[in-house]
T-cell receptor
């Protein structure tokens, strides 16, 4: 059974720092991996989607990498801003049944 | 462009009461989903509809029913609410099954 883990559960960093959020998964037979952002009391917003054949995707200050063989993905946020404070979730889509499995998220707080 | 609209935003039910959560999308998406989000459990799929006229069980379907009323609308019904169904419920849609989600803002349901 696929398990998606995000460590740490919460992270606080000073404004302006670069930071990395981690996502690991136990079954490498994935179709793709997505990173989402969730603001308090809101739904999820898709940030980046990486296909299993890709190594990374970039959008503005965000860069997501995927190492399928080791079961890891990272979300790199450059020059963090207070507006980046949110919970970040990763989710993998499996090959075998197409279901999407979410991690529990990392709650990020950027200190002004 | 409203995206995915969920109603109501908040609801308190007594054990045994029934209610229907409504979801509508205006993006002409084929697939729609209902998830629940619980602390420490992450997002779990309740039911989904790959296309108009079809519905399938997700990871945690017990105690729920769904109706894909038309391409735009996908409702979730609790026939006899239980305290274990206290959660935040998210509706989502996508053009392709399990690919490229757009989420609603959620319904916070409390069953007492």
């Amino acid at each position: 059974k696929q398990e998606v883990t995000q460590i740490p559960a919460a992270l606080s960093v000073p404004e302006g720092e670069n930071l990395v959020l981690n996502c690991s998964f136990t079954d490498s037979a994935i179709y793709n991996l997505q990173w989402f952002r969730q603001d308090p009391g809101k739904g999820l917003t898709s940030l980046l989607l990486i296909q299993s054949s890709q190594r990374e995707q970039t959008s503005g200050r965000l860069n997501a990498s995927l190492d399928k063989s080791s079961g890891r993905s990272t979300l790199y946020i450059a020059a963090s801003q207070p507006g980046d404070s949110a919970t970040y979730l990763c989710a993998v889509r499996m090959n075998r049944d197409d279901k999407i499995i979410f991690g529990k998220g990392t709650r990020l707080h950027i200190l002004p | 462009n409203a995206g995915v609209t969920q109603t109501p935003k908040f609801q308190v039910l007594k054990t045994g009461q029934s209610m229907t959560l409504q979801c509508a999308q205006d993006m002409n998406h084929n697939s729609m989903y209902w998830y629940r989000q619980d602390p420490g459990m992450g997002l779990r799929l309740i039911y989904y509809s790959a296309s108009e006229g079809t519905t399938d069980k997700g990871e945690v379907p017990n105690g729920y029913n769904v109706s894909r009323l038309n391409k735009r609308e996908f409702s979730l019904r609790l026939e006899s609410a239980a305290p274990s169904q206290t959660s935040v419920y998210f509706c989502a849609s996508s053009e392709r099954l399990f690919y490229g989600y757009t989420f609603g803002s959620g319904t916070r349901l409390t069953v007492v």
